[in-house]
């Protein structure tokens, strides 16, 4: 009895296609990949040293064809940094719409901003609860309670459509023609709907569940005038867990060119000389902002002391701790707008009409990754310096939140306030080791010193200017 007929079949038949842009990245055992050459496709590919996750331009080409194969280390490496979801990734529209921002992201944009809980309001409010606009915090939802918010947005997806398409022109109706075209991903990806339509809607959910006179479900929104006042809480979960902070290391200083053109088309502003940090973060490159605080050192501006005392990568390797840190990530961009790229040209013997082992080919090495065509724009935080962690390997700057040393933190920006003169002068010292009129006599004293120092320069400068004077003199009179 011969062979079934249909693995030949389906291997003709063009039943399924692929994008040939998505990239597929392929992997595989030391011992598949070293002794059967297995990747898991329909034709073995011997690579005896390599990379260990590979990507290929085409599936149908095998052995015989010199099967083209590049490395996808640069895209699995992504993946694993940044697809485990603890990042929230938002598109230019997101940036835009600030009213619906969490308070982790508006922190910079409301100076007095005091809500620090689930559905809080600021207290005191300039604005009614009539005129504010409210929306659930999906990062502190568990996974059940987000899948019964989803379940709550299907049951509305009907009536929401229906509205979406009551409010768009009659000449826009008529060209939805095909069943498909009256779909939410149609009128979404079309532009026929605003971008934050789906915000806005998130938002009358909330809204309606607040003002129902017959819900018993209790949100958390505090008394304006009495009822317990507790402390200051982490604005979010993204602050508060160490475990969202992800460890970088510092590169170089931004530019002033740079800096200034970024703070004049930024909303958050900012100025002087404190130069954000350029931070390598998983495969990425993001800045370090000046602006907020650390909450460990909120009184203080801890995060400005920070972004000071870190120091950049000892280039020389002679210290490998230098510039490493901890970096809390506050915004996450991803635009389509890709980066000028530079040398992604086509090899120049393919443009002569030089032919090359015997075959047309085309350069692949100089084409362009899948990452280079996005732009990433992300702002950071430095929480925690590995060259400030002491021999039992707990970090000296924030500590486990809870603990005594969190609790009790000194900024270290206070001990720089005492100089070396006032340790010197015995100021701010134990009483009982103080001596009446000690503190007096060493001030005017350096006061002496300071004034004869002064006064020696001034000599200096007054003689050098003399003989200078009567050198011209003696030109002038020869």
């Given at each position: 009895m011969s062979s079934s007929p249909f693995p030949q079949l389906l291997k003709r038949a063009h039943i399924s296609t692929y994008d040939p842009l998505i990239t597929r990245i392929y992997t595989s055992t030391p011992s598949s990949k070293s002794q059967h050459s297995d990747w898991g496709l329909k034709f073995p590919v011997p690579i005896k040293k390599g990379p260990r996750y590979i990507k290929f331009n085409s599936l149908d080409a095998g052995p015989g064809v010199n099967c083209d194969w590049r490395s996808g280390e640069r895209e699995a490496r992504f993946v694993q940094a940044w697809g485990d979801g603890t990042v929230r990734w938002q598109n230019e529209d997101e940036v835009q719409a600030l009213p619906f921002l969490t308070k982790a992201q508006t922190a910079a944009f409301s100076r007095n901003a005091q809500s620090d809980d689930y559905l809080t309001e600021q207290i005191p409010s300039s604005e009614s609860a009539e005129d504010q606009l409210w929306m659930k915090d999906v990062e502190s939802m568990s996974e059940k309670e987000f899948e019964l918010y989803l379940d709550k947005i299907r049951k509305g997806r009907k009536e929401f459509l229906d509205q979406k398409l009551n409010d768009i022109s009659t000449s826009i109706k008529e060209t939805l023609v095909l069943p498909e075209d009256n779909t939410l991903i149609h009128l979404s990806y079309t532009g026929k709907t605003p971008s934050n339509s789906t915000l806005n809607y998130q938002a009358a959910l909330t809204t309606s569940e607040l003002r129902d006179v017959r819900s018993n479900k209790l949100n958390s929104k505090p008394h304006r005038t009495n009822g317990l006042v507790y402390s200051a809480k982490p604005t979010s979960s993204n602050e508060y867990l160490d475990t969202s902070s992800k460890k970088g290391r510092v590169l170089n200083k931004v530019s002033r060119y740079d800096n200034t053109q970024n703070t004049s088309r930024s909303l958050m502003g900012g100025g002087g000389n404190n130069l954000p940090w350029i931070v390598s973060l998983g495969g990425l490159t993001g800045k370090t902002i000046t602006n907020n605080n650390r909450f460990t050192d909120s009184n203080v501006g801890g995060n400005a002391y920070m972004n000071n005392s870190i120091d950049q990568t000892d280039y020389t390797r002679s210290d490998t701790s230098a510039g490493v840190g901890k970096f809390r990530i506050n915004r996450a961009e991803m635009g389509s707008n890709p980066p000028s790229v530079l040398a992604l040209k086509d090899s120049k013997y393919t443009n002569n009409g030089t032919k090359l082992t015997g075959r047309w080919r085309q350069s692949t090495a100089n084409q362009p990754s899948p990452l280079d065509t996005f732009r990433f724009d992300i702002d950071l935080s430095i929480t925690d310096i590995e060259s400030?962690?002491?021999?039992?390997?707990?970090?000296?700057?924030?500590?486990?939140?809870?603990?005594?040393?969190?609790?009790?933190?000194?900024?270290?920006?206070?001990?720089?306030?005492?100089?070396?003169?006032?340790?010197?002068?015995?100021?701010?010292?134990?009483?009982?080791?103080?001596?009446?009129?000690?503190?007096?006599?060493?001030?005017?004293?350096?006061?002496r010193e300071a004034t004869k120092e002064t006064m020696s320069r001034l000599h200096r400068l007054l003689n050098k200017h003399k003989v200078e004077a009567e050198v011209k003199e003696t030109e002038d009179g020869q």
């Open positions: 400030e962690v002491d021999g039992a390997g707990a970090g000296v700057g924030v500590g486990q939140p809870g603990s005594r040393e969190w609790v009790g933190n000194e900024s270290k920006l206070n001990k720089l306030s005492m100089g070396t003169w006032q340790d010197e002068l015995n100021l701010g010292g134990p009483r009982r080791e103080r001596q009446k009129g000690e503190a007096l006599d060493k001030l005017k004293k350096k006061e």
